[in-house]
């Protein structure tokens, strides 16, 4: 499969500057999708945490899994273009290693459960193969 950029990802998921958190889908499956965020120095919320020592902050992490989780029920389950999904949860969070400039986030989305417009996900989160974050998201898809 050929890399997706971000103009693919901006085709699935609403999401804009500067709250997009992620860049490109690297590999995708029918309930499983691979995404990349680059994770640089200019980012805009490295300016507050921490100063001096950036760290890149647990609920943007999240909220890029939850971003590469849409990603893959709107493509997967021919979600209707334009219709925007909704983080309706995120159980078994853990976070085992901080995310610093430079590194390159990998988040591997896989579907677990669908039910009606629920969706239900495991996405974990790596940086250069180690694992530094986990967690089930679920999204709720409006009719």
Do not use: C
């Not at 995404?35 to 120095?41: G, S």
């Not at 300016?47 to 647990?58: I, Q, R, T, W, Y």
């Not at 899994?65 to 389950?77: C, D, I, K, N, T």
């Not at 610093?100 to 495991?122: M, Q, S, V």
């Amino acid at each position: 499969m050929k890399e997706k950029g971000i103009e693919y990802i901006k085709g699935l998921i609403p999401n804009r500057y500067p709250l997009l958190l992620i860049d490109r889908v690297l590999e995708e499956r029918e309930d499983w999708v691979k995404v990349l965020k680059n994770v640089t120095i200019d980012e805009p919320f490295f300016v507050g945490h921490f100063p001096g020592e950036p760290v890149m902050p647990g609920s943007l992490i999240l909220e890029g899994m939850a971003q590469a989780a849409g990603v893959l029920v709107a493509r997967s389950m021919s979600v209707r273009k334009g219709k925007i999904g909704y983080l309706a949860g995120v159980n078994r969070a853990r976070f085992h290693k901080p995310v610093l400039p430079g590194d390159r986030l990998i988040y591997e989305a896989r579907l677990t459960k669908a039910r009606g417009n629920f969706y239900h996900l495991e996405v974990v989160t790596t940086v250069e193969g180690e694992r530094v974050a986990e967690a089930v998201i679920s999204l709720a898809m409006p009719a």
